[in-house]
Nanobody, 123 residues
Framework: VQLQAFGGGLVQTGGSLRLSCVASGRTFSNYAMGWIRQAPGKEHEFVGVTSRRGGSTYYADSVKGRFTISRDNAKNTLYLQMDSLTPADTAVYYC?????????????????WGQGTQVTVSS
């Protein structure tokens, strides 16, 4: 699976961004999909994950209630709606695909990674 993430940018505290991740190469609906972020000098951090058909979603406590993950299997696209952003959300955001949802939750070893998109939240 090839994954391409986009939609990052610079936003002020309290603002919103919507990330997208387009998949190609394999059957998108065969994979759980998620978002993982990495802030400067820190390890990868799980953000959110959705099951193969989107029926189940899970979030890190740090984003619960502010971020919403969704997928459109007809468009081979994964989304992350991010609201009420704070500087603590500044990171490179990666989309990830794995046949096992829990592998994304634990951040590894994940089968497929996107190239990452930078999100910067200014105070």
């Amino acid at each position: 699976v090839q994954l391409q993430a986009f939609g990052g940018g610079l936003v002020q505290t309290g603002g919103s961004l919507r990330l997208s991740c387009v998949a190609s190469g394999r059957t998108f609906s065969n994979y759980a999909m998620g978002w993982i972020r990495q802030a400067p000098g820190k390890e990868h951090e799980f953000v959110g994950v959705t099951s193969r058909r989107g029926g189940s979603t899970y979030y890190a406590d740090s984003v619960k209630g502010r971020f919403t993950i969704s997928r459109d299997n007809a468009k081979n696209t994964l989304y992350l709606q991010m609201d009420s952003l704070t500087p603590a959300d500044t990171a490179v955001y990666y989309c990830a695909a794995d046949q096992t949802l829990n592998t994304i939750v634990t951040t590894g070893p994940i089968e497929y990674w996107g190239q990452g998109t930078q999100v910067t939240v200014s105070s």
